[in-house]
């Protein structure tokens, strides 16, 4: 443990933990009932031991009371955490993070967005006093540990107004999270199948059959234990195609998230000839459905469908639980309109300090853009009927 004062503003201290074994008593006590912070919770990263990631727990008090607590994580940035299409830009991203090694700090949690990661012993704090002590504590971290930038995840609202004010933070405009609103009178598939214009309807159909003879079947913890490994490779797979993946998970992400979370917390494999080919995960809340990691055989995928299968299947499970919300997260966006998802935007912002790391970021991130492209923000696979009733 260590505690520290901020000079800055107010007068903080801070006690910074870099194990749940070493947290004392007071950390629980000031959180609510099941919050993503209390020390059953928290320590999922920190027991699989992912690789480049450091868990940090922060108390701060203000005239020696507690009055915020916050999970940070550190990430060593390395070159097999982007996938350039460019080989000579993948190969001077290289060389230039073997010299500078850049390391980022990460308000929040890389491998969560269905919970906030920092907590306000009073919820009466106005504002802006929740602005100072969040940004203070971050900001007193990040220089601390001497880190090269940080990035600010999933900030709520009363306090991003706050951010867009300040220079030095750029906020990430085009962070998208994709979701459906289910209808109350959605009782099967049926009644989506029935909302549905009719050319995606005829798609849905066609994918349908392409599962086929492919089994699902929600995995205990001991399954999971079981197949690990297999699972772990099927992540893999979809990670490694993707431009920027700003930390990778191993087999024990899943094993320790099932443990934490128990029945809260799903994991599905599909098994083709009793061989798995794929795995879905997904958080499960009281209104919603909120789908985790995937995984799948990209040979096998092509021939089953077996992504677009996965996002069906999500809904299906959604409105079989009477789940108001499904949540399908950041990536795959077109592909995720078309099942008749919309976007809900997120405030997150990021700051770096090194010219060098900033021109590679803006390189890639344009990248990103480009890949990710606008053809999504034009299908809408509703019945006008549908929006209507939405509006």
Same mark, same amino acid.
């Given at each position: 443990?260590?505690?520290?004062?901020?000079?800055?503003?107010?007068?903080?201290?801070?006690?910074?933990?870099?194990?749940?074994?070493?947290?004392?008593?007071?950390?629980? %006590?000031?959180?609510?009932?099941?919050?993503?912070?209390?020390?059953?919770?928290?320590?999922?990263?920190?027991?699989?031991?992912?690789?480049?990631?450091?868990?940090?727990?922060?108390?701060?008090?203000? !005239?020696?009371?507690?009055?915020?607590?916050?999970?940070?994580?550190?990430?060593?940035?390395?070159?097999?955490?982007?996938?350039?299409?460019?080989?000579?830009?993948?190969?001077?991203?290289?060389?230039?993070?073997?010299?500078?090694?850049?390391?980022?700090?990460?308000? $929040?949690?890389?491998?969560?967005?269905?919970?906030?990661?920092?907590?306000?012993?009073?919820?009466?704090?106005?504002?802006?006093?929740?602005?100072?002590?969040?940004?203070?504590?971050?900001?007193?971290?990040?220089?601390?540990?001497?880190?090269?930038?940080?990035?600010?995840?999933?900030?709520?609202?009363?306090?991003?107004?706050?951010?867009?004010?300040?220079?030095?933070?750029?906020?990430?405009?085009?962070?998208?999270?994709?979701?459906?609103?289910?209808?109350?009178?959605?009782?099967?598939?049926?009644?989506?199948?029935?909302?549905?214009?009719?050319?995606?309807?005829?798609?849905?159909?066609?994918?349908?059959?392409?599962?086929?003879?492919?089994?699902?079947?929600?995995?205990?913890?001991?399954?999971?234990?079981?197949?690990? !490994?297999?699972?772990?490779?099927?992540?893999?797979?979809?990670?490694?195609?993707?431009?920027?993946?700003?930390?990778?998970?191993?087999?024990?992400?899943?094993?320790?998230?099932? %443990?934490?979370?128990?029945?809260?917390?799903?994991?599905?494999?599909?098994?083709?000839?009793?061989?798995?080919?794929?795995?879905?995960?997904?958080?499960?809340?009281?209104?919603?459905?909120?789908?985790?990691?995937?995984?799948?055989?990209?040979?096998?995928?092509?021939?089953?469908?077996?992504?677009?299968?996965?996002?069906?299947?999500?809904?299906?499970?959604?409105?079989?639980?009477?789940?108001?919300?499904?949540?399908?997260?950041?990536?795959?966006?077109?592909?995720?309109?078309?099942? $008749?998802?919309?976007?809900?935007?997120?405030?997150?912002?990021?700051?770096?300090?090194?010219?060098?790391?900033?021109?590679?970021?803006?390189?890639?991130?344009? $990248?990103?853009?480009?890949?990710?492209?606008?053809?999504?923000?034009?299908?809408?696979?509703?019945?006008?009927?549908?929006?209507?009733?939405?509006?």
């Amino acid at each position: 443990m260590r505690c520290h004062k901020s000079k800055q503003h107010v007068q903080l201290a801070y006690d910074i933990y870099q194990s749940v074994q070493t947290l004392p008593p007071e950390w629980d %006590k000031h959180l609510p009932e099941g919050h993503a912070l209390l020390k059953q919770n928290i320590a999922t990263v920190e027991l699989s031991q992912i690789s480049d990631v450091q868990s940090l727990y922060v108390l701060c008090k203000e !005239n020696n009371q507690i009055v915020f607590c916050a999970y940070y994580q550190i990430l060593r940035v390395k070159p097999y955490h982007f996938a350039c299409q460019n080989k000579l830009q993948q190969r001077s991203l290289q060389i230039a993070l073997f010299a500078l090694r850049p390391t980022l700090l990460v308000a $929040g949690h890389l491998f969560r967005h269905d919970a906030k990661f920092h907590h306000f012993v009073s919820q009466e704090l106005p504002a802006k006093k929740k602005e100072e002590h969040y940004i203070q504590t971050t900001e007193f971290v990040l220089n601390k540990y001497r880190l090269t930038g940080v990035f600010l995840k999933d900030v709520p609202t009363e306090i991003a107004n706050y951010i867009l004010l300040k220079d030095h933070y750029k906020q990430m405009t085009e962070d998208v999270s994709m979701y459906i609103n289910i209808p109350s009178s959605w009782s099967s598939m049926i009644d989506y199948q029935q909302a549905l214009k009719h050319k995606y309807l005829q798609r849905y159909k066609k994918i349908e059959k392409q599962l086929d003879v492919i089994q699902v079947k929600e995995l205990s913890l001991e399954d999971i234990i079981q197949n690990n !490994n297999i699972i772990e490779s099927l992540y893999l797979q979809v990670a490694n195609h993707q431009i920027v993946r700003m930390g990778k998970l191993n087999a024990a992400f899943f094993t320790e998230m099932k %443990k934490s979370m128990m029945e809260d917390y799903i994991v599905y494999g599909w098994f083709l000839e009793n061989k798995m080919v794929a795995f879905s995960s997904a958080i499960i809340k009281q209104d919603t459905y909120d789908m985790n990691y995937i995984g799948f055989d990209y040979t096998i995928n092509q021939s089953h469908a077996i992504y677009f299968n996965i996002l069906f299947h999500c809904l299906q499970q959604a409105i079989r639980t009477q789940k108001s919300k499904l949540i399908l997260g950041r990536t795959a966006l077109e592909a995720k309109a078309i099942l $008749g998802c919309e976007p809900q935007y997120e405030y997150s912002f990021y700051t770096l300090r090194h010219p060098i790391v900033r021109w590679f970021y803006k390189r890639v991130a344009k $990248g990103f853009r480009e890949q990710v492209g606008e053809k999504w923000k034009d299908r809408h696979p509703f019945k006008s009927e549908f929006y209507k009733k939405s509006s």
